[in-house]
C-alpha cells in the first residue's frame, strides 16, 4: 500500500474541496481501513534512518510535536514542495540560496 500521494486520499481531498463530503468522507474512510488492513503487514515508514521508533508513526509524531524541534523525515518532502509552490512566486530565489 501507498501512503505517500494516495491516490484515493488525493481524490477524497479533491472532493472536500469540491464541498462533496459524503464522498470524501467514504473515501477516506476507505484510505484509512487500508491502512489498518495493512498494518504488520508492510512498512510504511518512508524515512530511511533506522532508529527504534521506525514503523511507528504515532510515537514519531508525538516526539517530533513534545519536543517541537523539526519534523519527523516523512513530513519533509511535503514541506519542501510547498516551499517551492512558494519560492517559485519570487522565481525560485529562496531554493536556490539553499543550493
Known amino acids: 500500500m501507498i501512503i505517500d500521494n494516495n491516490p484515493k486520499e488525493k481524490e477524497a481531498l479533491e472532493a472536500y474541496r469540491r464541498g462533496d463530503r459524503s464522498l470524501y468522507k467514504k473515501l477516506q474512510d476507505e484510505f484509512v481501513a487500508e491502512v489498518k488492513e495493512s498494518l504488520g503487514k508492510e ?21 517530533h510535536r513534545a519536543h517541537g524541534d523539526h519534523l519527523p523525515n516523512c ?10 509552490k512558494i519560492s517559485a512566486l519570487t522565481e525560485h530565489s529562496f531554493v536556490e540560496q539553499l543550493k
Not at 45 to 61: A, L, N, R
Not at 76 to 84: A, F, G, H, L, P
Open 75 to 84: 513530513f519533509r518532502n511535503i514541506i519542501n514542495e510547498r516551499i517551492e
Open 43 to 63: 512498512d510504511h515508514c518512508s524515512c530511511k534512518e533506522p532508529c527504534k521508533y521506525h514503523g511507528k508513526c504515532i510515537e514519531c509524531v508525538a516526539i
